[in-house]
């Protein structure tokens, strides 16, 4: 039997339109089909962002590398989508994090209130510079190209932001409920797990293409962590200090002001 496509009028036969993929049986919203939608969104065995976001903490550089050189792009969730709805729930949750400490504490936390505004900024900044940065420790002639790097490092940052999430809502947690100062995200060893992890991301991304890449996989998570510090304290520079004087270094903590 043949049908019309009710998304792009095209002919087709069979229970997918060979055009645009949208389903032959397709009907008006019923409340069962908005339920059914927004379940499967987000558990579908094969496409839902709970399963993207395990996949990502499990082993993010098999994901990416999938997603990248072997081009499985249907394999998961749509990782430019991810990218943008974990930015925004990212800055979300790290602004109610601020807020509740603020409040509590009375601290004045101007660095906070400046990353408050500028962390998706700082996120996209980060992109192109993490994406030189990986392309030229891990260049080999048979290698992968800058632009997808660029892809490479936008699913290390959604990586970064679903961290910061757990982290920050373990703040939220020890903080607003026990009313005890946290700041899981401060703590060196933070830095240095995300380091590690951004390590073994890089590694598993690599392996197929390079020789036993762990001297470079070492090296891009170390490029990753020195490349959101430096921006960071360029932000604070630029925007606390109006591009003025050596007050930059004040930044976490090591003196204030
Ligand atoms: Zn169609």
Redesign the pocket.
Known sequence: MIST??????H?KGNF??????KQAIGTFTFKSIFTEAFLAFTHADKGILKLLRSLLINPGKVAYEYIAECKRKKYFNLFTFFVIITAVAAFVENKDIVVKEALFKVDNEYGQVFNVYSKVLTLLTIPLLALALWLINYTKNGLRYSEYTVFAMILMSVKSIIDIVARLVNLLFTGVFKLYTAVDENIFYAVFLMLFMGYASYNFHKRKIKKPWFRSLLSGFAFCIIQVALIIFIVWAILRNFNGLGIFSIYGISNR
Do not use: R, S
């Open positions: 496509c009710k998304n792009c009028n095209h087709f339109c060979n055009e645009c993929g949208q």
